[in-house]
């Protein structure tokens, strides 16, 4: 009998989106980053965020994704708390492959694994925290989301669209507020030339 020899494989390299707004804000634009939690194993991504990839998110196979949800308010205007109601990825394939002589190709529906279908609602399981700031009158109610998305193997293109509803709450006696907010980058998995002509 032969020994088998088990390598353990590099834990993945896991990423946070990062996504934030103002409770008073007037858009329902929300602002979003996405970095790296780093490793001894990861390297940073260079060049994302630049040139004719700007405002575009780069995923790479097998990663890990993240998510924090950060609403800020003002005191003043007596910002206390929010409620996420529900949280979707809306996610577009876009052609892969095409020309002359070559099958059409789409991406996937969905740059994640754990999505069936091109939206995919998130389950709202999330640790709260709050950090006051006495000096400026500010509040930042943190929401990190106690699971992962694993991003898939296949290389692919997605219009890609995130849409939450959230609840945000005032002081007692005030009007609970109900906004629907967005944000709608292009998205990849791959490096940059995914798509063969």
Request: charged share 15%; hydrophobic share 40%.
């Amino acid at each position: 009998m032969t020994a088998v020899t088990v390598l353990p494989l590099p834990a993945p390299n896991q990423l946070l989106l990062k996504i934030s707004f103002d409770a008073d804000q007037g858009s329902s634009q929300l602002d979003y980053e996405l970095s790296p939690v780093l490793h001894a194993h990861s390297e940073p991504e260079l060049g994302q965020g630049l040139g004719t990839g700007s405002g575009s998110i780069y995923f790479s196979p097998g990663e890990e994704v993240g998510l924090q949800i950060i609403c800020s308010g003002d005191s003043d205007n007596h910002f206390q708390s929010f409620q996420i109601v529900d949280c979707t990825f809306i996610t577009q394939p876009q052609v892969v492959q095409r020309g002359t002589g070559l099958k059409t190709w789409f991406a996937a529906p969905s740059p994640f694994l754990q999505a069936r279908s091109a939206v995919h609602s998130l389950p709202l399981e999330f640790r709260a925290s709050v950090v006051d700031n006495g000096e400026s009158n500010r509040r930042a109610v943190i929401m990190d989301w106690k699971n992962t998305l694993n991003i898939g193997y296949n290389p692919g293109f997605w219009a890609m669209s995130f849409v939450m509803t959230v609840r945000i709450m005032r002081t007692a006696g005030m009007v609970e507020e109900v906004r629907v907010l967005s944000f709608d980058p292009e998205s990849e998995v791959g490096n940059t030339g995914t798509m063969k002509l």
